[in-house]
């Protein structure tokens, strides 16, 4: 399954690499713009997947959305992680009013559905690429706190963790030398979940039309779209995106499961070598 999860997540990334390239050298068509083209256009030699309402063309929107999302989830989880296992580690680490402050804060975040709250923190910041990573960083945030926190505390109660106390080491040391070894080994698989998870709520913020501006292709506003023009026969506008985001989150979940599975049978070895 990791394979078949790294062969998909690769594809996307050479696609969203090489798309805006090919763009510029106007290899492909602008995917902002219409043009001259026909609106509506069925699937041809011309247009692969046709055209949408504006005249654009869908194969070339599709793929430049793929650029979209893998920015906006990347930059979004990299912020949720350097901000949750730091906060995590110190509160699994310090307790007292501290670690009862955050685990409060993070817990009323985290009872929230998903999509709920990145729909709310949508509309009080606005469309745009920054806001939607930023919406997309704060729902995630409680989940790597919850989980490092949660780990942090089984592990300073270690013997080794006592006698480095004991030796005079300080709270950032401990953390840095022996903690962080300990919890970081769960987040990969956490951080590729989060990812196929954060793909369909990027898709469904621009679905209900709080993502990003209609002028960037991004699957979720292209589906919005396309939703009256479906039932009139005109599937290729709703199909190629929708398809392209079910790919990404299915090679993204199998990635997932498949390092999952990995490192439980690395540990599961390691546990049987000792």
């Not at 290899?27 to 083209?37: E, K």
């Not at 599709?62 to 509160?91: D, F, K, N, R, Y």
């Amino acid at each position: 399954m990791a394979r078949w999860g790294v062969a998909i997540v690769v594809l996307y990334g050479l696609i969203a690499l090489l798309t805006p390239l090919l763009v510029a050298a106007g290899l492909l068509p602008d995917p902002a713009l219409g043009l001259q083209n026909p609106i509506y256009s069925p699937p041809s030699l011309a247009h692969w997947c046709g055209t949408d309402r504006l005249g654009r063309d869908v194969c070339v929107r599709t793929l430049a959305g793929s650029g979209v999302a893998l920015q906006v989830v990347v930059v979004a989880l990299v912020i949720a992680l350097l901000i949750g296992v730091p906060l995590g580690m110190l509160s699994g680490y310090l307790g007292g009013w501290l670690d009862r402050g955050l685990v409060l804060l993070m817990d009323t975040l985290y009872t929230l559905p998903v999509l709920l709250l990145s729909v709310v923190l949508a509309f009080l910041l606005g469309r745009g690429l920054p806001n939607a990573a930023a919406a997309l960083c704060v729902v995630y945030v409680p989940q790597y706190f919850r989980v490092v926190r949660n780990q942090t505390a089984q592990v300073k109660s270690e013997l080794y963790i006592e006698a480095a106390r004991s030796l005079g080491a300080g709270p950032l040391w401990i953390l840095r030398r022996y903690l962080l070894r300990n919890v970081i080994t769960s987040v990969p698989v956490l951080l590729t979940l989060n990812a196929a998870d954060a793909v369909l709520v990027l898709g469904g913020l621009g679905f209900l039309g709080l993502g990003l501006p209609e002028t960037v292709p991004e699957w979720g506003g292209d589906l919005q779209q396309a939703l009256t023009a479906v039932p009139t026969g005109i599937w290729w506008t709703a199909l190629y995106p929708g398809l392209a985001m079910f790919i990404l989150v299915l090679g993204l979940s199998c990635l997932g499961e498949g390092l999952e599975s990995w490192l439980s049978g690395s540990g599961q070895g390691q546990h049987s070598d000792a």
